[in-house]
């Protein structure tokens, strides 16, 4: 199985960057919709879309405004870059899958952050 290790080395400022708290948990929820889009026959009918913000740094009102836009986002990737051939290829054999982000902070018990 393929794991993704992203480091941020702010040091001072946000709680939880914005890159961890919205642009990677809206990058794994769009690259899944587009591979589900893509190639629905091929994946897991588990295959988890849903969009994992830490609820503490995202606001209910934000994270829905997010979630409205992200069907579009996938179709948007689908049409202009995701290749079905390089999606299947990586799905059977067992390269690609599904991500999910969870955050491991100083300040935070990393299982209370996605609720």
């Not at 960057?17 to 009918?45: E, G, H, L, Q, Y």
Request: glycine share 4%; with cysteine.
């Amino acid at each position: 199985m393929f794991r993704l290790v992203i480091v941020d080395s702010t040091r001072a400022g946000k709680r939880i960057p914005d890159a961890f708290s919205k642009t990677v948990p809206i990058w794994c929820a769009v690259i899944n919709r587009a591979i589900a889009k893509v190639s629905p026959s091929t994946i897991a009918d588990d295959w988890d879309i849903a969009l994992y913000t830490p609820p503490q740094v995202v606001s209910a009102q934000e994270y829905a405004q997010i979630e409205a836009r992200l069907d579009g986002w996938a179709t948007a990737l689908v049409v202009r870059s995701l290749s079905v051939i390089v999606t299947n290829a990586l799905l059977i054999s067992g390269i690609l899958h599904r991500g999910r982000p969870i955050s491991f902070l100083a300040s935070f018990d990393p299982f209370d952050l996605f609720g």
